[in-house]
């Protein structure tokens, strides 16, 4: 559903728009310039501003170049609600760079004024979904057009792949965006500069974010779009006074600013039976995608040293650490990937203290007892649940549970 609402008049002279006169100046030997703008005009946000010099400047620059403006609104189901490409017949580029210049300028100013009226009309807010498709609108754009993204909004996505009300999302950005594109779920940016307006701008009952959340925040989308090859700019344009009137607006939930806190493992006083592991999922360690680093090493040797002394406690309790990883198939790839974690993780006992020969591993990649499906049917991964089976098992290395996981 369209989600701009123009009034007629507007409608018509933006459709003669693409069949007169058109240019801020004259294009001379000038690239085209394309543009695609993100609109987040919804609940828990300040005002936006359309009028800044960087938002104008690049509609003007567009259609002064025949180059395409898209416009996209970003709310729970985002759409791409505009896509005009301002290029004219060869016969009328002739005209006297005044009047071309003075066309441009006005439907410039048609296309700007009716920003305002972009509202969301779909509960939560998709951000990486809203940047997938303005990415896809600049397909269309002009060969060798400069290709730029412009997003006014807060920067706080509520759903889909990337929801700062996922405790994933407060992470470290660079594994953030490394995760997400692990599974093919950031845009293809390469080409592109996305300019971000008033992130961080919130209104109640959205609490305001802190210094160091805006730097999170900033860093997570920068992260995401050099992942692909683009070029991400903070711009300090401030929003326009007050708040987003929030009446008749569809509902987006007020992010939990709190990062959460680490889990910590529980440890059953002493291992009787094969209901007795522990797992070790990405809430307690964490690796860097792909590698069995650890994202925090001082982190997950905190978080390892009761195992370790619970161990040494016990001289007669040895262990085995299952690798485990996310997926539907156990390829040789994952078989390895879950084998070098749970290696991993034993270095890191005996590095606490535990001998080397009371600790087994071994690397199941997503066959182990414990795998949850974690694809939809499109085959996406849906990453609550994927995050829980990229883990390691530790478990009684006597019990039956571990006899018959090693075939004994």
């Avoid at 960087?54 to 996209?72: E, H, K, M, P, R």
């Avoid at 701008?201 to 805006?214: C, F, I, K, S, V």
């Amino acid at each position: 559903m369209l989600k701009m609402i123009y009034s007629k008049a507007l409608l018509l002279s933006l459709a003669m728009a693409l069949t007169v006169l058109s240019a801020c100046q004259a294009k001379d030997s000038q690239e085209p310039v394309s543009t695609a703008l993100v609109i987040g005009a919804h609940a828990n946000s300040k005002q936006l501003n359309f009028s800044n010099k960087q938002i104008t400047d690049a509609v003007n620059q567009a259609i002064g170049t025949y180059g395409l403006v898209s416009v996209v609104c970003a709310d729970g189901s985002p759409d791409l609600v505009l896509s005009n490409l301002y290029d004219i017949p060869d016969a009328y580029k002739s005209a006297s760079p005044q009047k071309l210049k003075m066309d441009a300028a006005k439907k410039a100013s048609a296309l700007l004024g009716g920003l305002a009226s972009i509202k969301a009309d779909d509960e939560e807010v998709d951000l990486l979904e809203s940047l997938r498709l303005a990415a896809r609108s600049l397909k269309n754009a002009p060969s060798g057009s400069q290709l730029l993204i412009i997003a006014v909004d807060s920067g706080l996505s509520t759903t889909g792949l990337l929801s700062f009300n996922d405790g994933f999302a407060w992470e470290d950005p660079g594994y953030v965006a490394e995760s997400l594109y692990e599974i093919s779920a950031i845009p293809d940016f390469s080409g592109i500069t996305v300019s971000w307006h008033q992130i961080g701008d919130t209104a109640l009952p959205q609490e305001q974010l802190t210094p160091e959340q805006r730097i999170h925040v900033t860093s997570v989308w920068r992260s995401i779009v050099e992942k692909t090859g683009g070029i991400f700019e903070a711009s300090d344009v401030i929003s326009n006074p007050g708040d987003i009137d929030p009446a008749g607006m569809p509902h987006v939930s007020a992010i939990k600013l709190e990062a959460p806190a680490t889990a910590e493992p529980v440890l059953p006083e002493e291992f009787t039976g094969e209901s007795d592991l522990v797992l070790l999922t990405e809430e307690q360690i964490a690796f860097r995608p792909n590698t069995a680093v650890f994202l925090d090493e001082s982190g997950a040797l905190s978080t390892l040293a009761p195992i370790a002394q619970m161990m040494l406690d016990h001289p007669g309790f040895s262990a085995l650490l299952v690798g485990a990883t996310a997926g539907g198939d156990s390829t040789e790839r994952s078989l390895k990937l879950s084998a070098d974690r749970a290696n991993a993780v034993k270095d890191a006992l005996v590095s606490l203290g535990v001998p080397d020969s009371r600790i087994e591993t071994l690397g199941m990649g997503s066959a182990d007892p414990w795998h949850i499906p974690d694809r939809d049917s499109d085959g996406n991964f849906i990453e609550d649940i994927a995050r829980q089976n990229r883990k390691v098992v530790l478990l009684d290395a006597d019990s039956e549970m571990a006899g018959a996981i090693q075939g004994n």
